[in-house]
């Protein structure tokens, strides 16, 4: 049986608690594996020529999402409500600050994440079927559809969806590296690697793509208020998430470099189909192409099933429309901000390409990151006899060195890509004078 939320919204409709630790597992794994993993590896390569910087490259990004994960979990064990970030942040910075997350969750991160799936997804599915542009961006737009509807149906819904398909792609995805490890195929003649970048740069652009493939892994926190048993399971769910990511997208590399030499990942986009088309024949690159669709559509079902929690959150608090706190009477979720992201997501995918909205993405999503992590050191020197039913280990050396990553990722990015960065921080910014004119006075 499960536990309502006392108080969650007018008319005494509630959330509802039915997630479980296996739940917040699929949907952190299943958020993260998306298009990342076959699309990362060569552009990796291309920044970093050595093969022994790239595994390190692939080692920071999961310890670095893994650091996350631990210092999310001290702070979602704390603040067990809907909202995830949006709530710590406001704990620790004030209620603007967590506004501003929220804004730029809404305007840019969470619906420009959902969109660059969909983007993916067209692109891929074209491979399948032959479209034109247009039809590809018609293709984008009725999953984010397809999966918004889904997800109005109820909780129950959307977490079985999501482990279905976590179940089906970590399934299919363990089948790609089997046959690519067992692979008798031997590189052809050696090739020296193209030289990358300078190097700094050159780190800083591949991890950044790393934590592309990373991106979403915070996710699960903004459906804390519908576990059955937040304080112990949200923690959980965070860092085995982030263990068994690493451990599928580590060994996922090993297993294109088994196949491929570095020249010939340097010359691919597409690394899986490369090293399945290389292993086995031109016909096996059908079942990557398929077994992609299937992991963005379940990061998609991820996106959209948690993003509406944060802005019904905030709409609890008085800082966002009130409207928003209204949950359907029998599926009890809240059907107004899901069909505002879905519609939101839906225009986005015709603003850019998929470089522009995952660089976009990153950049602003990190500044944030860095923040929540800096509020694990803020609250325990502020509140610290607070209960913590979960304390981030090693602190505060695990936050600090997730918010020196921050900063450096933030600052590469500024320097890859000044205009993305100005883009993503004038969004940001245009939330300040939209909080003080709407919002601060109705504020609880």
Not at 170 to 184: A, H, K, P
Not at 197 to 215: D, K, M, R, T, Y
Not at 243 to 253: C, D, K, P, Q, S
């Amino acid at each position: 049986m499960t536990a309502p939320i006392r108080g969650a919204s007018p008319k005494h409709v509630e959330l509802v608690r039915d997630l479980s630790f296996r739940d917040g597992v699929a949907i952190v794994v299943g958020s993260v594996i998306g298009s990342g993993i076959y699309l990362v590896p060569g552009g990796v390569a291309r920044q970093i020529p050595s093969t022994k910087l790239v595994f390190l490259i692939w080692i920071a990004g999961s310890l670095l999402t893994l650091f996350g994960a631990l210092s999310l979990a001290e702070l979602g064990a704390m603040y067990p409500g809907a909202g995830g970030l949006y709530v710590y942040l406001r704990a620790a910075y004030g209620r603007l600050v967590g506004f501003l997350y929220g804004w730029g969750l809404l305007t840019l991160i969470h619906s420009g994440s959902l969109a660059t799936l969909a983007v993916a997804f067209g692109v891929y599915f074209a491979q399948l079927v032959p479209l034109s542009p247009l039809e590809q961006k018609a293709v984008s737009i009725s999953v984010i559809l397809l999966l918004t509807l889904v997800n109005l149906f109820g909780l129950k819904t959307g977490k079985w969806v999501q482990n279905i398909l976590t179940f089906t792609k970590v399934g299919g995805l363990g089948l790609l590296i089997v046959l690519l490890l067992s692979s008798t195929h031997k590189h052809a003649a050696a090739v020296a690697p193209a030289p990358g970048p300078p190097l700094l740069l050159g780190i800083g652009a591949a991890l950044v793509a790393v934590l592309w493939a990373f991106e979403g892994w915070h996710m699960v926190s903004f459906t804390a208020a519908e576990f059955r048993n937040p304080a112990r399971d949200l923690p959980r769910s965070l860092g085995w998430g982030a263990l068994i990511l690493a451990a599928i997208f580590l060994l996922a590399n090993l297993a294109y470099y088994h196949v491929l030499s570095p020249a010939e990942l340097q010359a691919t986009d597409r690394a899986a189909a490369t090293a399945m088309s290389t292993a086995y024949g031109g016909p096996a690159t059908i079942f990557v192409t398929v077994l992609i669709l299937a992991s963005i559509i379940g990061a998609s079902n991820g996106t959209v099933l948690t993003g509406p929690r944060v802005y019904f959150a905030m709409a609890q608090d008085g800082v966002f429309f009130k409207s928003l706190t209204k949950l359907h009477p029998v599926s009890r979720v809240p059907v107004v901000v899901i069909v505002i992201q879905g519609i939101w997501s839906s225009c986005l995918t015709l603003a850019g390409n998929f470089q522009e909205l995952f660089t976009y993405v990153i950049f602003t999503a990190w500044i944030f990151y860095g923040l929540a992590a800096l509020a694990v050191i803020v609250l325990r020197r502020r509140e610290p006899d607070r209960p913590r039913p979960y304390r981030v280990p090693a602190y505060p050396m695990i936050p600090i060195l997730f918010v020196l990553a921050a900063l450096f990722i933030i600052g590469i990015t500024v320097v890859n890509g000044p205009l993305h960065a100005l883009y993503g921080i004038g969004l940001i910014l245009a939330g300040v004078p939209v909080y003080f004119l709407g919002f601060r006075r109705k504020a609880a």
